[in-house]
């Protein structure tokens, strides 16, 4: 994650283009050859950036508690994810914003932020098969596999469209409050992937 951390701060403060593999690898502490060990392009070493917002939104659905619908727990991620101040900072968010919008300019960091969405939406299957019913845990169905990624692009998208604004994090036109509109939109949705 230090070499992460360290690629997400040149990409912020310098820009992507500006930013060097060796960069990063100096400013992380090791030798170049150790950032190639692990990451093949500039661009992959913020992927664990990304990773780990997509990672701390699913985990929140998973311990979501057990008496939620699948809606009411997706709603309750996002409140507990996408508020700045519940485990990120405003000034992390910032980060957020500056990543996503780079990502827009950038045809080798959009494959990395794609790439993450998309495993995000595999762990998300998982955990809403995994979410209790009256007739106990269920597989990963296609259908499952759909609401997924419905959830996933509602908060993708409303992230991104956050990211695209000068808005503050929090507020009205904040990454949770387009986050919960986008999934009150989809009330009619259905989130049981039995179907």
Known sequence: MEIARAAGALFVRQGLRATRAEDIAQAAGIAPRTFYRYFATKEEAVAPLYAAGAQRWAEAVRAAPVHLGIPEALE?????TLTPGLGVSSASWEWVRTLIRLADTSPALRKVWAEVCQTSETALGEILAARPTPTGPR???PSLRFAAAVAGAAVR???????????????????AALALHNLGALRAFDWSGES
């Open 76 to 80: 309750h991620a996002v409140r507990h």
């Open 139 to 141: 597989p990963v169905t």
């Open 157 to 175: 998208v409303a992230v991104e469209s956050w990211a695209a604004t000068p808005a503050p994090p929090t507020g009205p036109e904040g990454p």
